[in-house]
């Protein structure tokens, strides 16, 4: 229902302070832009989800006034839906209402519908219907030292969410609070955090209360992940048991992005920061840096990146999307955002004069993408999307044994 | 049985059918929580935008009864009488 499968195509989905914007692009190359959607409310977080050969763009919204919600477009950002209820919703007796949605994590092919978000206050939720409707973790949300963990600059944020193969391991990193690992699926949750440096306390080395800035999964090597700190870009290759430094060779050791590949062992991306002080590029010149042996050294990729820039790069401002070779996205908290269409040898403009970009999340997707960019054939798209309906209506009608057709249009 | 009028800011109106003012009744006095239970309830994504899911009234909603905001009296215990005006505006906010 709604878009015709044509060939596949780019997407961009930009979350801003004050909105939502996607781009689309045939080959990588020129990419259109539309938006705003949601004007005037910040977008912090965003998941694609192309499994199953549909594409569903879940979006996390914060209104200032009206709050905190959900919303998800199956046809690439024509038309939205948010549940009555809501997504995400404290239960009773928690006494906690959300404030932020800092994560929206499609969970494995092999998982299909699960959907993994964390939020603030902190917390950890899961859906098993594609993002409509999800559920409080209580292993974590239960957890002793929940009352001990702080907030971050930008707000108390469980903010990387990232689920092993077999769905049982999982590991969530909080800003501030760590890592915290689960074996058992997420029903009980330990800190993993030795090796990880906490400065800013007492303790330099606590068994948690760490600023983890954001983690990620190697894509081959079982229990690899890689951490940026703030200050310190860590490795474990145990699963979190012991993380050893690999910011040698970087400019600094401070950022908030960490990127890996989707498929290939040993390689991510960070965007140094000069300092927890100076939260700009090193010598203010705007730089990724790539690994591509697991941090034993790194390269500086610059090409088509501005020399001079005064302006940070969020924690989730950063994507790869899933195409050969990989592509790498980024966005600045000064409106401008970035793509590179091979693994960041080069860069292009994609947008600028953005509010800040808080969000960006790139996927290879099925489909025609007219509708983002083109009211016209949005409005022809919504038109067949309904008339679909209408005529499903009546064969359903006709036949009263007839399996439902289809509950998530598009 | 009394009617009671709560009216709404423009932004907040598509999410009502482009209404501008919803009605309820009841017998007597009552409070400004009660009314929003009442004129929200076919509404829950109003409701979710007025109030968080603790009950609370969002920290940017401001609700006046007869030119009063609600914060200054009993927040949603204040007490609406038939034919007092009840006003949601959001604040002057945000840069």
């Known amino acids: ?410 | 049985m009394a009617d009671f009028t709560v009216l709404l800011p423009g932004v907040l109106q598509p999410l009502v059918g482009g209404q501008s003012y919803l009605t309820a009744s009841a017998d007597g006095a009552v409070t400004v929580g009660q009314l929003l239970d009442s004129v929200t309830g076919d509404y829950p994504v109003l409701a979710r935008r007025l109030r968080d899911e603790t009950g609370a009234l969002r920290r940017f909603v401001n609700i006046y009864v007869n030119g009063d905001e609600v914060r200054r009296l009993k927040g949603l215990e204040t007490e609406v009488a038939a034919g007092q005006e009840v006003l949601i505006v959001q604040s002057v906010a945000g840069g």
Request: include cysteine.
């Open chain 1, 1 to 410: 229902m709604g878009f015709m499968a044509t060939s596949e195509s780019y997407v961009i989905a930009i979350g801003t302070k004050k909105g939502l914007w996607l781009a689309t692009s045939p080959d990588r190359k020129d990419w259109s832009l539309s938006g705003p959607h949601f004007l005037m409310s910040e977008i912090p977080s965003i998941g694609i989800d192309t499994r199953g050969g549909k594409t569903r763009i879940m979006v996390g919204v914060r209104s200032e006034h009206w709050g905190p919600t959900v919303a998800h477009s199956d046809d690439l950002g024509v038309t939205w839906t948010e549940p009555e209820l809501g997504a995400i919703k404290f239960p009773d007796g928690t006494d906690a209402a959300l404030e932020r949605i800092w994560q929206i994590y499609p969970d494995a092919e092999s998982r299909p519908g699960v959907v993994w978000a964390g939020c603030e206050p902190i917390s950890v939720w899961k859906s098993t219907d594609g993002g409509e409707h999800f559920e409080l973790n209580r292993g974590l949300w239960d957890h002793p030292h929940r009352s001990d963990w702080g907030a971050g600059y930008g707000g108390a944020a469980a903010h990387s969410i990232v689920v092993d193969s077999s769905g049982e391991k999982v590991h969530v990193a909080m800003s501030t609070g760590g890592v915290y690992r689960s074996l058992d699926g997420g029903a009980s949750w330990e800190p993993r955090n030795k090796g990880i440096s906490a400065y800013f306390m007492p303790d330099p080395n606590p068994e948690f209360g760490q600023c983890v800035h954001k983690i990620a999964a190697d894509a081959a090597v079982e229990n690899r992940l890689y951490a940026q700190n703030h200050h310190g870009v860590y490795r474990t290759d145990d699963g979190g048991e012991n993380w050893d430094s690999i910011a040698d060779g970087l400019p600094a050791d401070f950022g908030f992005v960490m990127l890996t590949h989707p498929r290939r062992e040993g390689t991510a991306w960070v965007v140094p920061l000069k300092a927890d002080g100076e939260r700009i590029p090193p010598d203010s010149k705007l730089s990724v840096h790539r690994t591509d042996d697991a941090g034993g050294t790194w390269k500086e990729l610059h090409t088509g990146l501005p020399d001079h820039e005064y302006n940070a790069v969020l924690r989730d401002a950063a994507s790869v999307d899933t195409a050969e070779p990989t592509g790498v996205y980024f966005g600045t908290r000064g409106g401008a955002v970035y793509a590179s269409a091979d693994e960041g040898e080069t860069f292009t403009e994609v947008a600028s004069h953005l509010p800040d970009v808080l969000c960006v999340r790139a996927a290879v997707v099925v489909g025609n993408p007219a509708g983002a960019e083109n009211p016209l054939a949005a409005a022809e798209a919504t038109l067949v999307a309904e008339a679909e309906e209408i005529v499903e209506a009546a064969a359903q009608k006709r036949d009263p044994d007839a399996e439902d057709p289809a509950t998530v249009p598009g």
